[in-house]
């Protein structure tokens, strides 16, 4: 496995390789990510991981200085999975000028991260850029986790007509049901406890709307109920354009939830 560090190492390691699979990270990886990379393995003869704790996607009162990093056992994961190669690039690395060209996401999908993080995707969407143009991949793996940000993603490729396939990956969820984020190792066990709620809250609607309710009201009063004692950001009922909707239609449908939990803004989702 080879340990790229600058762009011009990356750029004749990928001169060596064919077809190339890639998974971008911000590093403190779980098996969420490893699934991301195993999956990456099977379709592609080589695989890339990126890991970058990226500067442009926090905003100014979140928590970029005291992200979790641990790089020496993020190397071992992924040899251990047989990547082919790991991008560990600087900050200067990537935004090489002071003032760097923006992106401005879609304003139909900003809708519901607005308030909290107004700029949380455009920096999501130039490094996302950045990257593919670096790695030069043929599929790139997002997990289902951010949905935001993989309808995000799907977004930039049509729009800018990347020859790219994003491979949307399962969620990857702990023995208790929360799902996994490097996040959260800045819950202490009584707030782990208190966010157990979310996954609850859509295994709830999930039944109900299995039992037959389709009105999204009745849905979120049902997940509102479990979320009680809860900051709750948003929990909302949206189509994959993320527009709100008032029955829930099968195949289309995306319940997402924003919780805060103490020092942590956990994200959860359902596909319906
Ligand atoms: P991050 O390092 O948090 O930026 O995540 C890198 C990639 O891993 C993104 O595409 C995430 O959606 C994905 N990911 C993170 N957590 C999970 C999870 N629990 N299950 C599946 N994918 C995940």
Redesign the pocket.
Known sequence: MQVLHTYQELQVFRKSLDSVGFV????ALHP??A??ITRSKQENPQTIVSIFVNPTQFGPNEDLSRYPRDLEADLKLCQSLGVDGVFVPTVAELYPFEHAITLNPASDLLGHEAEHRPTHFNGVLQVVLKLFNLVCPQKAY??K??AQ?LLHVQRLVADFFLEIEIVP????RDHDGL????RNVYLSASQRQEALKIPQALERMQIAYQQGMRDTASLIRIGLDTLQGLEVHYLSICNHNLEPLAQVKSNQTLILCAVQVGQVRLLDNLWV
Do not use: W
């Open positions: 971008p990270t911000m590093g969420g990510h699934s991301l997002f997990g986790k951010d940000q990956c399962e969620i990857v799902a996994l984020s490097s």
